[in-house]
């Protein structure tokens, strides 16, 4: 006997090819998205994007022998599944899931500050304002390096309004080195160097000019200078007082790069005007400068005795005609750089 050998009818298998797909960094809304197929010879791959609310056409253009790119544009945000057919079957490694968010744009992320270019002041709160209302959808977050490298407390406090305002108090002099960044990118401008200086000063703060001497209108020359070039960082206030309505005061800066600051005042009454001049909460030089400014020399004299000897009584002012410097019938201009 021989032994009877069996053969199969017929034979069917399917060997699932080996397709690598290449995903692109992010999906944005709106902005072409990328999937590179490596397939093997002789196939033909098919890709479809879909979610519950919209589908996203795919272009697909070879690339190499046995490379596809694949491109589509997602309409809208959300949550879309990518299928892929090779040679009308699909991957057992389908559908791939793909979360579409809003496009961001760092870059228009607006911050604005006095502090930014102006600097600051050790234990003193600085202010800054952020808004990323342009800049779409995104996580905002501050962090703030001191001089020697460690890290000093930023605070990020919501306006209501889409907007935010930085806080941040510096502990230590020196220059400090503030980091915006919106969804992990850094903002226009972003980081930012901000000098801290400390309250004491480095050198005196002088006043002078006509305007805090005695004089006789209409000819008096009521102007002076602040000048804090030689002194650290600081705030300067002039306060001036004198007769309600008798006087406009203006103060600027001589120069953005020097802490020369020009002030006036221009009054057009006789009376008694208080120059109150301070650096940092402290009076400047002769600070406060009470300055008698009358309309003839006869009056200037009698003015400037009433001032220098405090023991008249006041109402002598009201008999002789003159300005009282009281709070219901005096103004306060004040200024502060």
Known sequence: MYPVRRYPSSVSSYTQPRVKVVRSPSDAASSPSVRRINVPKRSEPEATVKSVRANAPVDIKRT???YYRCTYVPPIPGAYLLDIKWNKRPLKCCPFKINVHNPVYPSRVDVTGDHLTGGGMVGKDLHIN???RLAGTGKLTADCTGPTG????VQLVENYDGTHKLKMKPVDEGRHVLEIRYNGEHVMGSPYAIDIGSDTTKGPVKLYGPGVEDGILPDYKSHFWVDARGAGAGEIHVSIMGPKGAFQVEMRRESQKDKLFHCSYSPHEPGLYTIV???????ISNSPYKVCIAGSKDELERMVFERDNPLMPVDSFADQNTNTL????????????
């Not at 709070?327 to 306060?332: A, E, F, L």
């Open 150 to 153: 460690q890290d000093v407390p």
């Open 326 to 337: 009281t709070s219901g019938d005096s103004t306060k201009d004040q200024l502060m750089y």
């Open 64 to 66: 190499g022998p046995k």
């Open 277 to 283: 001049a301070t650096w940092s909460g402290e009076h």
């Open 130 to 132: 952020v808004d990323p």
